[in-house]
């Protein structure tokens, strides 16, 4: 019979399984913590009403197929609270906050994605991607300070079309409304136009547009 080595004793056993159990469940605790610390924890939540006004808001009535355009929406914090993480979300007709933004459900059966873009995005508001495919922030906004959403895009489908814009303090909980208790948000109607240019190239090379009234 082979005998125990010398170290071995049924107590030091027992020691030693006891102190890699509590090492064991001291990790699951600090695991278990982190997890609930993680991003979801630390997501900004807008609690309450916020005000704000709009000193100006544009984007094109009349766009082309071959041409870019800019929607741009000012927001200003009017009220006497800082905005935790202003955020504006976007929509086409009325396809609500479950399509993605500058985009409309394709009414044919079998499309593996419903929703087809009306214009695409060629650049949206700097440091505003978020995990809604309809909404931009633009972090922090003070008391009397003013941040615009800005994005860059390009017609892809002809027609008459509604892009609707709201403001909320964050992309979860809270309101926005303007001073007079509406809802912050507004609308742009817009018509697409897929007649193409008449394209003259000039004596210096560049290649001059001419659209149709």
Request: net charge positive; glycine share 10%; aromatic share 8%.
């Amino acid at each position: 019979m082979t005998p125990f080595p010398r170290w071995y004793a049924p107590g030091a056993l027992r020691g030693r399984v006891t102190t890699t159990c509590c090492v064991l469940a001291a990790l699951v605790a600090v695991g278990c913590g982190a997890s609930a610390n993680g991003p979801g924890a630390n997501k900004v939540t807008g609690d309450g009403t916020y005000t704000v006004d709009i000193p100006s808001a544009s984007f094109p009535e009349l766009q082309r197929l071959d041409r870019n355009s800019a929607m741009k929406v000012a927001v200003r914090n009017t009220g006497d609270r800082t905005i935790p993480n202003v955020a504006m979300s976007v929509s086409t007709d009325n396809e609500g906050t479950s399509a993605p933004a500058f985009a409309k459900r394709d009414p044919q059966r079998g499309l593996a994605e419903p929703y087809q873009p009306v214009w695409i995005v060629d650049v949206g508001p700097i440091g505003g991607d978020t995990a809604l495919a309809n909404t931009a922030t633009l972090g922090p906004l003070e008391p009397g300070a003013t941040k615009t959403f800005i994005w860059q895009v390009h017609p892809v489908r002809t027609g008459d079309f509604t892009l609707r814009w709201k403001v909320s303090p964050a992309t979860l909980g809270g309101d926005v409304q303007f001073a007079s208790g509406e809802p912050a948000q507004g609308e742009f109607a817009v018509t697409i136009d897929g007649q193409p240019a008449k394209a003259t190239v000039k004596p210096n090379g560049r290649v001059k547009k001419s659209y149709p009234n």
